[in-house]
């Protein structure tokens, strides 16, 4: 092979290194995502639940609002019970305090139901405190274990980034133009070897990319000429091993 190819294995070899660290960076940086995304959720499942608290206890106090109101009413009644002048004005005045006796006895069911609830859901607020409490101390730790990674991450970034640099001064602006895009495309991958496969000739040639097959007029010119060929499937940069077939 030669010195084009050469170059673009040395900087295929290296890209491929960035890559992979800046995979393990952004791994980092996902993590404190995740995590912040959880105590997030746990903040607005807390606010929904305090939130459905504070419109309980205000149903509760227009419940009790209302058993006061309808105890002033009876003793209205039993008032105007006393001072009755005839039988049928008395049932019906006693009648009337015992179906509001029957109401405010709902009322109160229903008052005492609502403020169980209540106190269902401030307990619920408190555990919901808890675990946020929890996560944002997980937080701080997963924060002070990615800020320690993601510098040594950054170091060898920038030390990678250098030698890219300098192997990619060593070809074309077009080859490199064409390493770039392909690189961008295949996460790193801009090249592929040449597969090749049988004992003896006729060999039969595939991508290592993307496992289609190549014509042998491929494997011929890598052997004797040093040009950029592509797999006529995935444009990868096709190189060869000068040992095999």
Do not use: W
Not at 133 to 140: G, N
């Amino acid at each position: 092979m030669g010195p084009v190819i050469t170059a673009l294995e040395k900087l295929q070899a290296i890209e491929r290194d960035l890559s992979q660290v800046r995979r393990r960076k952004k791994a980092r940086m996902r993590a404190v995502k995740a995590q912040e995304a959880r105590i997030e959720k746990h903040k607005l499942e807390r606010d929904s639940l305090h939130q459905t608290a504070i419109e309980r206890r205000k149903q509760a106090d227009d419940l009790e609002l209302t058993l006061r109101q309808n105890e002033e009413h009876i003793d209205k009644l039993r008032v105007t019970l006393n001072a009755a002048k005839t039988n049928k004005e008395y049932a019906a005045l006693l009648t009337q305090i015992n179906t509001q006796k029957a109401d405010n006895a709902k009322f109160e069911e229903q008052a005492l139901k609502v403020l169980g609830e209540v106190d269902g859901l401030k307990a619920q607020v408190a555990e919901t405190d808890k675990h946020i409490e929890q996560e944002e101390s997980r937080l701080t730790e997963i924060n002070a274990g990615s800020a320690e990674e993601i510098e040594k991450l950054d170091t060898m970034l920038t030390k990678l980034q250098t030698q890219r640099d300098e192997a990619a001064g060593a070809l074309p602006e077009s080859i490199l133009a064409l390493f770039d895009r392909l690189s961008g495309q295949y996460d790193g991958e801009a090249l592929a070897k040449v597969e090749v496969s049988g004992r003896r000739a006729p060999y039969t040639y595939t991508c290592g990319g993307c496992f289609m097959s190549l014509n042998a007029e491929h494997a011929n010119a890598l052997r004797t000429r040093d040009e950029v060929r592509q797999c006529d499937n995935c444009q990868r940069i096709l190189y060869i091993d000068p040992s095999e077939g």
